[in-house]
């Protein structure tokens, strides 16, 4: 997704232009858009024309129309959204009030107008507009002397930095020189692995050469990891895997994610995170179920009590037409922020999503247990569309 123009005033009021420009970004359209908002794209409208002589004819014609927004329609298979509401500015061929319905189209532009903007689609934005927060893959593919660190996302591959040392060779009953070039270089390479990789984000890091370049490499940064005390690798070291590629350049990464071991250790990578934090959630639940909160009212009761250490929520919660009930969603995510916790927004496109919207939608795993808050309250998480 390409954001093209934002004005978003201090009220939170304001409109925001974007270009979908693959199919996972009419996903998180559907997810932006709300009854009562304010759209405005280019769409097709079949018009009656009459000639001079009398007879009347009809004709399929482009133009662009901003519709308040009363039905929102997502095909999740073929990836389709339609948008039905009433015109909202007038038109040559669509008058005042008429409905109309929008189908967006990929790298066609859209703006969206909003009476508010809450973090939490805020937040939306920031993640489908950018490609480092999609990267849940990362490789550093490398020879002696060449290193290209990319990020590998569902649409594309996004080189973010390539390192270029000059290595001197080897000289008969002297290797000081080439080995000094070689510890620079691996250090570059380490420098550029914690500028440019999200370590919250990637759930892989695959590192990529002929021989055992890589195999030095990888003892030199966990080495240096160990002397520097570099905490954000050593906790992170369990998500390098070393990979045999025929060159250091950036086109050898296509042999490296046809490798069956990367495939294996792929196949999940997206929804990884949250696989991994909702089975913590259920194991809580049994060991210490003091500490494991489900249902809007319970957690939110736990959020109070600034006991949240992890926020389970489905996204789904955030399509609610009725604003007091979104608010209170938003408030709770806002909330558990504000007090240090995580906040992890399941897809309800994944496994790991319907569970939890089993589970109403929104769970907790606490910092400590807190007294039982078991009364009888209303739920309006079962009320959600």
């Not at 093209?4 to 420009?21: F, M, R, S, Y």
């Not at 399929?60 to 948008?83: G, K, M, N, P, Y």
């Not at 040392?165 to 070689?182: E, F, M, N, Y």
């Amino acid at each position: 997704m390409k954001l093209v123009h934002k004005d978003i005033e201090k009220d939170n009021a304001g409109q925001v232009t974007l270009i979908p420009d693959e199919a996972e970004d009419m996903w998180h359209t559907y997810n932006l858009l709300q009854v009562g908002d304010s759209l405005r794209a280019s769409t097709i409208r079949k018009v009656q024309t009459e000639s001079s002589t009398g007879s009347v004819g009809s004709s399929r014609v482009r133009t662009t129309l901003t519709l308040c927004v009363e039905t929102i329609d997502f095909d999740s298979q073929a990836c389709q959204l339609r948008v039905k509401g009433t015109n909202i500015q007038e038109n040559q061929y669509v008058k005042m009030g008429a409905y109309h319905t929008i189908e967006l189209e990929l790298n066609r532009k859209f703006t969206l107008a909003k009476k508010v903007w809450d973090s939490v689609v805020l937040d939306r934005i920031e993640q489908a507009c950018d490609p480092a927060q999609k990267a849940d893959v990362a490789a550093v593919v490398m020879q002696e002397g060449l290193a290209n660190l990319v990020l590998v996302t569902p649409a594309m591959t996004l080189l973010r930095g390539k390192i270029e040392v000059t290595i001197p060779r080897k000289r008969k009953g002297s290797c000081a020189q080439h080995d000094k070039a070689l510890d620079r270089f691996y250090e570059a390479v380490m420098q550029g692995i914690l500028r440019h990789f999200n370590f919250d984000v990637v759930k892989c890091i695959l590192v990529a050469s002929p021989g055992f370049v890589k195999d030095q490499f990888i003892s030199y940064l966990f080495k240096e990891a160990v002397r520097q005390d570099c905490k954000i690798l050593l906790e992170n070291r369990p998500k390098f895997m070393m990979v045999h590629s025929s060159s250091g350049h950036k086109y050898s990464l296509k042999e490296v994610l046809c490798d069956p071991a990367v495939t294996a250790r792929l196949s999940d990578t997206k929804a990884a995170g949250e696989v991994k934090a909702l089975e913590d959630f259920y194991k809580m639940l049994q060991q210490e179920p003091d500490r494991a909160f489900y249902g809007l009212a319970h957690v939110e009761r736990a959020s109070e009590a600034l006991a949240i250490d992890i926020l389970l929520i489905s996204d789904k919660l955030f399509r609610h037409q009725d604003i007091a009930t979104r608010s209170r969603y938003v408030r709770l995510v806002d909330s558990v922020k504000d007090n240090g916790g995580n906040v992890r927004i399941f897809s309800s496109l994944h496994v790991s999503g319907e569970q939890l919207n089993q589970l109403s939608g929104v769970a907790a795993i606490l910092r400590f247990p807190i007294a039982d808050v078991s009364e009888p309250e209303e739920d309006s998480s079962s009320d959600e569309d």
